[in-house]
């Protein structure tokens, strides 16, 4: 049979196994946590809990001030947390820490000689305190504290304990502030983004004005026809800046509403005609959105010059097909002639730049026949 070990020390293992077991409670909230002050004061909860002390303290460091602010507590009233200073002067036990890195013990603070006892803890009577210093990488964020208005020792192994819950909130502090850092960087990152592209479709729209006003003081027919399409070309990809610059998603463009407003920019250029557009909800890069609208800009602008010789309908449809994406452009027009060859098509500019831009996004461009007019369909990879 196993000797007993003395009461005393059974009692003392007791307390020990209990603060780890806290301690690895916290550890775990440290690793999951994504605010300071619920952190801190979670860990000062949990600190008097296993110290059984009656107040506990995280203090922060306020370098302009050469002050510790109490920023969160337990025993404490409301008008302390996040309002009481303590002096970071070597003279206070807390400032000793902070400023020494060496954890501190008083025992016995009405005949403490080496530090003042700080007016917050004599007015609430405290008669002990143990001191750990909280740091990271950093530097020294500050130090957390356990009092005692009561008599009783605090021991060599209590800062054991009070040095594993500061370790634990100095790497969680360092990490929230690590991830601020990014996210803050990652949102002017945005900003700039959406700024430059904001930019470039002002300065598209300026272009396409200029194209227009060039075509309307242009006395040749073919020239005035082609600078319209170079206009239209253009304000197809000013209309991708547009949306990248307004969509919340940096980089991303929400396919539908892209769609949407590119059709209703071609149907005011085409009073004549109706233009139904409709698109399956799906975002794609904005790299793949420029040729993508820059294709319906060419179909729908062909098939108005040829398609109709007073009006008609113009059907746009973009459908997803699992990870690839369906284009159709089609009309109930004249059609194309009878032995027109899509593979060798390749005569007139619109064409030709259809086909490099089907090339580009790697996919496929075919006619299905049936039907009055004309019908073109583009399969295509939703990515590159």
């Known amino acids: 049979?196993?000797?007993?070990?003395?009461?005393?020390?059974?009692?003392?293992?007791?307390?020990?196994?209990?603060?780890?077991?806290?301690?690895?409670?916290?550890?775990?909230?440290?690793?999951?946590?994504?605010?300071?002050?619920?952190?801190?004061?979670?860990?000062?909860?949990?600190?008097?809990?296993?110290?059984?002390?009656?107040?506990?303290?995280?203090?922060?460091?306020?370098?302009?001030?050469d002050m510790l602010l109490v920023r969160a507590g337990v025993g404490w009233g409301p008008e302390v947390i996040g309002k009481?200073?303590?002096?970071?002067?070597?003279?206070?036990?807390?400032?000793?820490?902070?400023?020494?890195?060496?954890?501190?013990?008083?025992?016995?603070?009405?005949?403490?000689?080496?530090?003042?006892?700080?007016?917050?803890m004599a007015e609430h009577g405290i008669r002990r305190a143990i001191n750990v210093l909280i740091e990271n990488r950093e530097g020294a964020f500050g130090v957390l504290e356990v009092d005692d208005s009561r008599e009783g020792m605090f021991e060599e192994a209590d800062i054991a304990f009070m040095q594993g819950f500061a370790n634990l909130l100095g790497g969680a502090i360092e990490r929230l502030r690590t991830e601020e850092l990014l996210r803050a960087a990652l949102a002017r990152q945005d900003?700039?983004?959406?700024?430059?592209?904001?930019?470039?479709?002002?300065?598209?729209?300026?272009?396409?004005s200029l194209l227009a006003l060039q075509a309307?003081?242009?006395?040749?027919?073919?020239?005035?026809?082609?600078?319209?399409?170079?206009?239209?070309?253009?304000?197809?990809?000013?209309?991708?800046?547009?949306?990248?610059?307004?969509?919340?998603?940096?980089?991303?463009?929400?396919?539908?509403?892209?769609?949407?407003?590119?059709c209703a920019n071609l149907q005011s250029?085409?009073?004549?005609?109706?233009?139904?557009?409709?698109a399956d909800p799906v975002h794609v890069p904005a790299d793949r959105a420029i040729p993508?609208?820059?294709l319906v800009n060419e179909h729908v602008t062909n098939a108005v010059k040829y398609a109709y010789p007073d009006g008609g309908e113009i059907r746009i449809r973009s459908e997803r097909a699992g990870d690839r994406l369906v284009l159709d452009v089609a009309d109930d027009?004249?059609?194309?002639?009878?032995?027109?060859?899509?593979?060798?098509?390749?005569?007139?500019?619109?064409?030709?730049?259809?086909?490099?831009?089907?090339?580009?996004?790697?996919g496929s461009l075919t006619m299905p026949r049936g039907g009055q007019g004309t019908r073109f369909r583009i399969d295509m990879p939703l990515t590159g």
């Not at 007791?14 to 952190?39: M, Y």
């Not at 319209?228 to 980089?251: F, K």
């Not at 250029?269 to 409709?278: D, E, I, K, N, S």
């Open 333 to 362: 027009g004249v059609g194309l002639p009878a032995d027109f060859d899509i593979a060798q098509a390749s005569r007139s500019l619109g064409m030709r730049v259809v086909k490099n831009l089907v090339r580009q996004l790697g």
């Open 191 to 208: 900003l700039l983004a959406r700024e430059m592209s904001h930019r470039v479709k002002n300065s598209l729209t300026i272009v396409a």
């Open 216 to 262: 309307k003081g242009s006395e040749s027919e073919d020239v005035r026809s082609a600078l319209i399409d170079a206009r239209t070309r253009v304000e197809a990809i000013a209309g991708v800046h547009d949306q990248l610059w307004r969509h919340s998603e940096p980089g991303d463009i929400d396919l539908a509403l892209f769609l949407g407003t590119l």
């Open 1 to 65: 049979m196993p000797a007993r070990l003395p009461e005393s020390r059974s009692a003392d293992l007791t307390i020990r196994l209990h603060q780890q077991a806290i301690l690895s409670e916290f550890s775990v909230e440290a690793l999951r946590g994504d605010d300071i002050d619920r952190l801190l004061q979670r860990a000062a909860e949990l600190c008097a809990e296993g110290m059984g002390a009656e107040f506990c303290k995280a203090l922060e460091y306020l370098h302009t001030e």
């Open 269 to 278: 250029g085409a009073p004549h005609h109706r233009l139904v557009c409709t």
């Open 292 to 294: 993508f609208g820059l």
């Open 84 to 120: 009481a200073r303590i002096g970071a002067d070597l003279a206070s036990p807390a400032g000793f820490a902070l400023k020494t890195g060496r954890p501190v013990i008083s025992n016995h603070l009405e005949n403490e000689t080496r530090f003042r006892t700080p007016q917050l």
